[in-house]
């Protein structure tokens, strides 16, 4: 079968590589959930905080981007629902289709950006989960401040809360209603000016307040420039994809801030290349949208699409399946039958066969629930302990 290159970027085959692990995982792990959330920092963050609490695991997906692999994954790990963190625009929708296709229930937890989505979770945290949040501190950061936000990933018992110069409101308010017995501020020099004036305003809300401050380091300065790198290459890649007349420009823009995010690291002006990288990021993000959203509504159209779509969804489930010792043979003949069908051109014929291997295999994965999640258990003990040495 002939996949098409720009096809193959659009679905995680060529996309570049994230500075966030796809997948994170204990082996004592409750396997009933799995959360589904993007690469974008504080989405990610936000999971991986609320994962820790509830003791599951976080699936991640490239930003704007489906990926069949993150569909396989999440099947490999039999759970009876996912809940997912950011929009449609973060956490494509077609996820949602497949998590039906399984018969996997599925919520969605979202706003209109980042930070509306966290408030959006912390408020689902305090309606089913209010336990969780007992003896855990808040942390306070610009939303868009990836060093931060990374310090937010490597401390324990802590819940984030992502602000800007537009979002301050309703942050301040949930303080008062989740009855919070403290809160760190972090600050840097990129969020110097809206960590100042939210601290009093915490401070009504919260009495024990403390501010850690953080320089921006070479290191910090250079992942920043990494992640900015891999966002731009995958957006230059993908914008023959996307129709928005606005996005060559704003590609364009992506590539002259990182070109000067560079030049500010080579002359050891990190605080400027930090802020520069986190544009570029943000414009690439923008073209990558584009081009998802336009994908989407030719999928919707196009039977031949729909049919690769499935049939390599199908693929990544049967090779997941196969690892964990189920039978898959009568979904790997459908799924050849599908292939045949697709390269004669029939792709009617190949879509059906390829959602007949997929029903074969949802079934697998129901009736042998818990054989699966011992399996996975036992792929994830022997995966920490090849770390361990």
Do not use: C
Request: aromatic fraction near 8%; proline fraction near 3%.
């Amino acid at each position: 079968m002939m996949w098409k290159k720009a096809f193959a970027m659009l679905f995680g085959l060529l996309v570049l590589a994230s500075s966030v692990p796809m997948i994170k995982a204990d082996a004592a792990v409750n396997m009933n959930l799995v959360i589904l959330v993007s690469d974008n920092e504080a989405d990610y963050a936000l999971a991986e905080k609320l994962a820790e609490n509830l003791n599951v695991s976080v699936v991640v997906t490239p930003w704007g981007i489906y990926d069949s692999n993150i569909t396989a994954e999440i099947a490999s790990y039999a759970p009876d629902s996912v809940l997912i963190i950011g929009g449609p625009a973060a956490v494509p929708k077609l996820y949602e289709d497949d998590l039906q296709n399984l018969n996997i229930t599925w919520f969605r937890i979202w706003g209109l950006d980042r930070y509306e989505t966290n408030i959006k979770v912390l408020e689902y945290v305090m309606q089913n989960y209010p336990d969780v949040l007992k003896d855990v501190k808040i942390v306070i950061a610009n939303g868009r401040d990836m060093g931060a936000i990374k310090k937010i990933g490597n401390s324990k018992k802590v819940f984030p809360i992502y602000v800007n110069a537009n979002n301050t409101d309703n942050q301040t308010k949930i303080l008062g209603i989740m009855k919070v017995t403290g809160v760190i501020i972090i600050k840097t020099p990129f969020s110097a000016n809206i960590t100042e004036r939210i601290r009093e305003r915490v401070r009504e809300k919260v009495q024990n307040v403390t501010e850690e401050n953080e320089n921006i380091t070479a290191e910090m300065a250079w992942e920043a420039i990494e992640i900015a790198q891999n966002k731009t290459a995958l957006a230059e890649s993908l914008i023959d994809n996307a129709t928005n007349p606005s996005a060559p420009k704003l590609l364009e823009l992506a590539k002259k801030e990182l070109n000067n995010a560079m030049e500010a690291y080579n002359e050891s002006e990190y605080g400027k290349a930090y802020g520069q990288a986190i544009a570029a990021k943000a414009h690439a993000e923008v073209v990558i949208r584009f081009a998802s959203e336009d994908f989407q509504e030719r999928f919707h159209k196009n039977l031949q699409i729909r049919a690769e779509v499935e049939i390599m969804k199908v693929e990544r489930i049967i090779e997941r399946f196969d690892e964990l010792g189920m039978n898959v043979t009568a979904a790997n003949a459908t799924l050849e039958q599908a292939k045949n069908a697709y390269d004669e051109g029939k792709y009617g014929e190949a879509f059906e066969l390829a959602k007949e291997a997929e029903k074969i295999l949802k079934d697998i994965m129901h009736e042998e629930k818990a054989l699966i999640r011992e399996h996975v258990r036992e792929r994830i003990k022997h995966r920490k302990d090849k770390w361990k040495h």
